[in-house]
Nanobody
Framework: QVQLVESGGGLVQAGGSLRLSCAAS????????MGWFRQAPGKERESVAR????????NYADSVKGRFTISRNNAKNTVYLQMNSLKPEDTAVYYC??????????WGQGTQVTVSS
């Protein structure tokens, strides 16, 4: 069982930066692929970024490539999402999630990111 708690959301002006954190409980954090997702009002949840258990492999949505960076610290059971050059269309609730196989089995409660123009 893994429990995930996100933090770091807030209100920022366009062009600004935020860093989201996701703290995970449990001793097996390093065995999980971690991901960040977001959901804007009236839209479906979409994948933003994911990172392999070792941190050696990352993937990003086209909309955030070059602006967002996902990373993890297995010693601290934490995954991060550094968001730079933020745009109003990045406004959403951001969730972290964990999986070992096909399905994203564990989800956090989400943190709101609002980017003003």
């Amino acid at each position: 069982q893994v429990q995930l708690v996100e933090s770091g959301g807030g209100l920022v002006q366009a062009g600004g930066s935020l860093r989201l954190s996701c703290a995970a409980s449990g001793r097996t954090f390093s065995r999980y692929i971690m991901g960040w997702f977001r959901q804007a009002p009236g839209k479906e949840r979409e994948s933003v970024a994911r990172i392999s258990w070792s941190g050696g492999s990352t993937n990003y949505a086209d909309s955030v490539k070059g602006r967002f960076t996902i990373s993890r610290n297995n010693a601290k059971n934490t995954v991060y999402l550094q968001m730079n050059s933020l745009k109003p269309e990045d406004t959403a609730v951001y969730y972290c999630a964990a999986k070992q196989n096909l399905n994203w089995d564990y989800w956090g409660q989400g943190t709101q990111v609002t980017v003003s123009s």
